[in-house]
C-alpha cells in the first residue's frame, strides 16, 4: 500500500470502530468527565493513532539516541552503559550533623551530594541577623563561613566524589569556600566536579530568594562562568532550575519554556561578556521536577531537549555538538506531598521518579515520604533511595534506550508541549527578554494564574488529590519527623563569635576591601572571593561588601 492507502485505511477503520465498537460502549458506560486535560490544559484525547503524528519525521524531530536533536536521549547507550547519578538532597542543623548524614548516604549506596542550605545561608544573613532567628539550620545546613565548610566535608576527599550546591545569591561564595577546602585537602581545582544551582532569574521569577538587583546578579555569574571555563573545566557552573517554578504553581508547560529561556539569557549575557558559546555551554545543566501527570512529565523532559538543541542552534550558532546536549537532574515534586496520610507520599514518589527515568534524567533525588512536615529522617531518606535502586535494578525500564519513544500518545503530546513552549519563547522575545519580562512581572503573572487555577480545581474535586479531598481519614497515625535542635542556632552565634575572634583582623579587612574593589572596578570576583574566604570573612560579610556596590533587589509592586 502506498503511504496515502495506508493513511486512508487507517481513517476508515478509525471510524468503524468508534461507531461499531466504542458507540456502543459509551452508550452503556459515560466516560468520568466531559473533557479530559493535564495540568498544563492541552485536552487529552481518548484515542492516539499513527494519525495524530501524520506531521512527525523521524529523522527531524526523533532522531537517534545521542543524537540531533536528542528527543530521544543525550547518550547513545543511555542507561545500558550507565545509571543515573542517585542523589539525595541532605542538609539540616550544623555542618557536623550534615557531615555524619552525607557519611551515611555514601555508604548506602548514594553516588552524589547533594547539598541543601538553611535560608539564613541562602539570603545571606549572618546566625545572629534578627532575621534569622528560629532558620538556623532548619530547612538545610548553617553554613556561614569558611569554618563551616571545612567541617561539613571533613573525611570526605572532594576528589572522589560530586558534590551539588543548591546556592544562588551566594552561590559564588559557597564555590569559594568549596575550592579553598578542596585546597586543603590537596585537591586541585580542576579535578572537582559538581554543580551549583546558581539560577538566580528563577529567584525572581519563583522562589524570591534574592539579595541583589537583577543586572549585578547577573554579572556575579558571568564572571563564575568565566572563571570556572578557566579552571574548573569539570565543574557545571549553573543548574538551570524550573523544579521552583513548578513548585511555585506553574504548570509543565510554563516550567518548560521559562527554565529554557532562562538559559537562553544566561547564553546571552556570557557571550556578552565575551565568552565563547562552546567554551561554557557544554557544562550548563538543568533541573526539572517530576510531578503526577506521568505522561505529561516524561514529554516535557524529551521536549526539553528537542527545543534547546533547536533553540540555541537557531539562536547562538554553536559549532560544538556538545553545547546542544541539554543535561538535566530531576527532584520528584515537594509540592505534590501530602501531609495527609504521608505514606501515601511512598506511591507519588516512585511513579514520579519512574517518570524522571524514563524522561532520560542523568541525575534524580527522591523526596522522603516526611518532607511536607520536615527534612527527612534517616529512614524516610533511605526508603527515597532504594526507590530509585529498585528502579534501576529491578523494574526493567533502564534496559532499553527511551522504550516510550513511538508511543502515539507520547510523542504527539511532546508535540503539544514544545508548540505550547514556543508560543511562550515567542511572547518573552517580543518582550525583549527574560530581565525585562521580570521587571514587568509577566512570568510571575503568568505563575500565580496557574498556581489558582490548580487550587480551584482541587476545591471543586475535578482534580482528585488521594487524602486531601477524596479517600479522607478522620484520624490518623502521627508521624516521627526530623526535629532540629533549638540549640544549633545558639552553637552557630557562638562559633562565629569564636571564629571573628581568632581571624586575622587585618587580612580579613584588606580581602573585603579588596573584594568592593573589585566590583566598582569590574573586575572578575571569583579571586578576591577566595582570597576573602580564605581570610574567614564570613558570608554574610561578604554578602554584605558586594551589596554596598550593587545594592540590594526591591520586587515592583505591581508584579
Not at 374 to 385: F, M, S, V
Request: overall charge negative; some cysteine; proline content about 5%.
Amino acid at each position: 500500500m502506498a503511504c496515502g492507502d495506508v493513511d486512508d485505511h487507517l481513517k476508515r477503520e478509525k471510524a468503524r470502530w468508534e461507531q461499531q465498537t466504542l458507540a456502543p460502549s459509551l452508550s452503556r458506560l459515560r466516560e468520568r468527565k466531559p473533557v479530559f486535560k493535564n495540568t498544563s490544559g492541552i485536552e487529552v484525547q481518548r484515542l492516539y493513532t499513527p494519525e495524530d503524528l501524520s506531521a512527525l519525521e523521524y529523522p527531524r524531530d526523533l532522531g537517534f539516541p545521542g543524537e540531533f536533536p536528542y528527543t530521544r536521549g543525550i547518550h547513545a547507550s543511555m542507561y545500558r552503559g550507565q545509571l543515573w547519578t542517585m542523589r539525595l538532597f541532605a542538609g539540616y542543623g550544623t555542618a557536623e550533623d550534615t557531615n555524619r548524614r552525607y557519611k551515611y548516604l555514601l555508604s548506602q549506596g548514594n553516588k552524589g551530594l547533594s547539598g541543601a542550605i538553611d535560608l539564613p545561608t541562602l539570603m545571606g544573613c549572618e546566625p545572629e541577623d534578627p532575621r534569622a532567628a528560629g532558620e538556623v539550620g532548619k530547612c538545610g545546613v548553617s553554613v556561614a563561613s569558611l569554618g563551616d565548610m571545612e567541617a561539613l566535608f571533613d573525611g570526605i576527599p572532594l576528589g572522589d566524589v560530586t558534590t551539588s550546591m543548591t546556592i544562588n545569591a551566594p552561590a559564588a561564595v559557597l564555590l569559594a569556600m568549596y575550592i579553598a577546602v578542596a585546597e586543603q585537602q590537596g585537591v586541585p581545582a580542576a579535578a572537582l566536579g559538581g554543580t551549583l544551582q546558581n539560577d538566580i532569574l528563577k529567584e525572581y521569577i519563583a522562589q524570591k530568594e534574592w539579595i541583589y538587583p537583577i543586572r549585578p546578579s547577573m554579572r556575579i555569574i558571568t564572571d563564575m562562568i568565566a572563571w570556572c571555563t578557566e579552571h574548573l573545566p569539570r565543574w557545571n557552573t549553573i543548574s538551570i532550575s524550573g523544579f521552583h517554578i513548578r513548585e511555585a504553581g506553574s504548570t509543565a508547560v510554563q516550567e518548560l519554556a521559562f527554565t529554557l529561556y532562562d538559559g537562553f539569557t544566561y547564553v546571552e549575557e556570557a557571550i556578552k561578556a565575551g565568552l565563547d558559546i562552546d567554551d561554557f555551554a557544554p557544562r550548563l545543566s538543568f533541573f526539572f521536577n517530576a510531578h503526577n501527570d506521568f505522561f505529561e512529565e516524561i514529554a516535557k523532559y524529551r521536549a526539553a531537549r528537542r527545543l534547546w538543541a533547536r533553540e540555541l542552534r537557531r539562536r547562538f550558532e554553536p559549532k560544538d555538538e556538545r553545547s546542544l546536549r541539554l543535561r538535566f537532574h530531576t527532584q520528584t515534586s515537594g509540592e505534590s506531598l501530602t501531609v495527609q496520610q504521608p505514606y501515601n507520599n511512598v506511591v507519588r514518589v516512585a511513579i514520579q521518579a519512574l517518570a524522571g527515568v524514563l524522561g532520560g534524567t542523568q541525575s534524580l533525588h527522591t523526596n522522603g515520604l516526611d518532607e511536607a512536615y520536615a527534612l527527612p529522617t534517616e529512614l524516610a531518606a533511605r526508603i527515597a533511595l532504594r526507590t530509585q535502586q529498585i528502579i534501576a535494578h529491578e523494574s526493567g525500564v533502564t534496559n532499553v534506550v527511551d522504550p516510550l519513544g513511538g508511543s502515539y500518545y507520547l510523542e504527539a503530546l511532546t508535540n503539544q508541549m514544545e508548540a505550547a513552549a514556543s508560543d511562550y519563547f515567542r511572547r518573552l522575545d517580543e518582550l525583549g527578554g527574560m530581565i525585562p519580562a521580570i521587571e514587568t512581572g509577566f512570568p510571575q503573572r503568568e505563575i500565580r494564574q496557574a498556581a489558582w487555577q490548580y487550587q480551584r480545581e482541587i476545591e471543586r474535586k475535578e482534580r482528585v488529590i488521594v487524602g486531601v479531598n477524596e479517600y479522607v481519614m478522620e484520624e490518623e497515625e502521627p508521624l516521627d519527623i526530623l526535629v532540629i535542635d533549638p540549640a544549633v542556632e545558639k552553637r552557630q552565634i557562638e562559633r562565629l563569635r569564636d571564629l571573628r575572634a581568632g581571624r586575622d583582623q587585618t587580612r580579613w579587612l584588606g580581602a573585603l576591601d579588596a573584594l568592593r574593589k573589585a566590583a566598582v572596578d569590574q573586575d572578575n570576583l571569583m579571586p578576591p572571593l577566595i582570597d576573602a574566604v580564605k581570610a574567614y570573612a564570613t558570608v554574610g560579610e561578604i554578602c554584605n561588601a558586594l551589596k554596598d556596590v550593587f545594592g540590594e533587589y526591591e520586587e515592583p509592586l505591581e508584579v
